[in-house]
DNA sequence: CAAAATAATTAACAAAAGATAATAAAAGAA
DNA sequence: TTCTTTTATTATCTTTTGTTAATTATTTTG
């Protein structure tokens, strides 16, 4: 049965795609809804699926030497989830995947769109145009490290990110920024006095 | 005329190419030195050549709103440096790249890379290995600015730097650990003394 | 809805970082 | 080598951050 839904899901990675390919990824590929709280990856996992968030939002987190809980980043929609860990260099997830509201993914193996790429030269572009976006969101955030103090850190983070500031606990965005939460919530009150 | 030093440089690249392969690269690809302060990619620059470094020092560099230059990396033997912006966004260099030192490079133009990987499927993974090893220098250094405080980070830099601490001005690594060169200076002080 | 759990804010203090300037040390050039 | 320039260290002071704990606000759940 032909779901309209995948299909468009479908056309999003690809216009490229033959009629073969596609119907290989529409029966490989699953909507998977997750409640809040669920893990969508473990720590230690070698899961290879990756998931294109339709609605909801995950967050990434380690647990450190300390044995607290620290959010390395927040993933919402239309980005996607996957264990680079094991996809990038066939190790153990170092991270936990956790939904944090009722989250809706498009997801498939990574191996299906490996095997489909591998035999379209002409998804390769494809393939390069999603390595680049993933370092190019890797570099910005290095670059926001490297240029900004917490405070300009956080009014960039909240320009970039409008739509995840009032969805998700501060303490998590804190994380993200490689401060305390104590210390975004100072940066807060600074922000809104420096207004008036 | 071959050239043995080429042959080796190809040949850390890849040992999938084919000879014809193999000879476009010798004839294109050329031995460039710079002295010390010479710019090998200025900020604006739409030059595609990469460049491996076989000896030397480069510094990766920007300035900032108030005019000052911020160090963003110090690139070293065996490592390539090439300008992303335009390689993977088609815009001008956000970058300047000076060599600190005599710097001695291997260097091609990243189409003539690109064209040869394009007509060789066994050299995707190739692609694939240089992608996957960027990124995960990038998330290594992400995660350093997430889960450890500057002097950490000032410990894990020379853990994994050690040539480079001796070479290269300090104020240059404090930029890259985004602190000041004071504070570098201070945390160098408290790491003597707690070793007493 | 009320109780319980979680998160955010605030306070107080210690530690570290930024800024600026002065001094010392090191490196480079004449 | 000596002079000059650059870099590193130290001092002083201000600002910010981390830490811990108490308080307040918000969410969750029975």
Known sequence: MINLDKLKQIYKFSKELSIEDASVLIKSAKNISFKKKE??????????TVFFIKKGIVRCYCINEKGE??????????QIISNIDTI??????NFYFEALEET?????????VENIIESNPKLQKNRKFFAQKMMKLQHERVKS????????RYLDFIK???????RVPGKYIANVLGITPVSLSRIRARVVNQKK
Do not use: Q
């Open 104 to 112: 809706k993914t498009f997801s498939i193996d990574y191996s299906i």
């Open 88 to 93: 990038l260099y066939d190790r153990p997830s």
């Open 160 to 166: 970039k990110n409008p739509t995840l500031v009032n």
């Open 69 to 78: 809980e620290i959010t390395f980043g927040l993933i919402t929609e239309n």
């Open 39 to 48: 893990i969508l990856i473990d720590e230690g996992s070698l899961k290879t």
């Open 145 to 152: 490290f490297v240029l900004l103090n917490p405070e300009e």
